[in-house]
């Protein structure tokens, strides 16, 4: 199962960065295997609320208020229920902004995945030797490229989006000067 690496590898190097850790791919990973079970278990609590899909307005509200339950699971250590809480908790008062930034941040990278979808479509029509299914693999493999490469781009997002959370509820910024202040440098 790859699904917590999908979903935890670029936060942990987001929160890396953000807390002043050297930051290398192994890094990421290895954070990211340490918390393995703890994010396979909460990628299960998320599918069991998938059929709330039925009614939309109740998954919209539910996404928007544990958006940034896996930058807490990572940042802070903690378990699935404990990031669902935590997640709860930071977006208290906040819902509105924290939907207009996740619904802006998502029309952002449709629109960008979109456009190299675009660009990907002439490419497979102007090789006209090429068989019907090899053109499609084609234009599929391209758009799924264009994904790769901005799909990350929403994971830093919600990572600046916890700390920004943070900040705001809890003078983390402060925190952070204070034991930058007291450690030796390095």
Do not use: N
């Not at 940042?75 to 619904?103: H, K, M, N, Q, Y």
């Not at 102007?126 to 264009?146: D, E, I, K, N």
């Not at 990572?159 to 202040?181: C, H, K, V, W």
């Amino acid at each position: 199962m790859v699904l917590p690496f999908t979903i935890g590898a670029i936060t942990q190097a987001a929160i890396d960065l953000m807390l002043g850790s050297p930051v290398s791919v192994r890094s990421a990973l290895l954070g990211v295997a340490r918390r393995y079970w703890a994010l396979l278990g909460l990628s299960a609590l998320f599918l069991l609320i998938s059929p709330l899909a039925l009614c939309l307005p109740v998954l919209v509200w539910l996404a928007v208020r544990w958006s940034v339950a896996v930058p807490a699971m990572l940042a802070e250590g903690v378990g699935p229920i404990r990031a669902l809480d935590r997640s709860w908790t930071l977006t208290r008062g906040s819902w509105w902004r924290v939907f207009g930034i996740l619904l802006l941040m998502y029309l952002l990278q449709s629109a960008v995945s979109g456009a190299f979808g675009v660009l990907a479509f002439p490419l497979a029509i102007a090789v006209p030797f090429l068989p019907q299914f090899v053109r499609g693999a084609m234009l599929l493999s391209l758009t799924t490229a264009a994904s790769a490469v901005v799909l990350p781009v929403i994971y830093l997002c919600i990572a600046l989006l916890y700390f920004d959370l943070r900040i705001r509820r809890e003078s983390f910024d402060l925190d952070q000067l204070a034991r930058q202040a007291v450690s030796p440098p390095a």
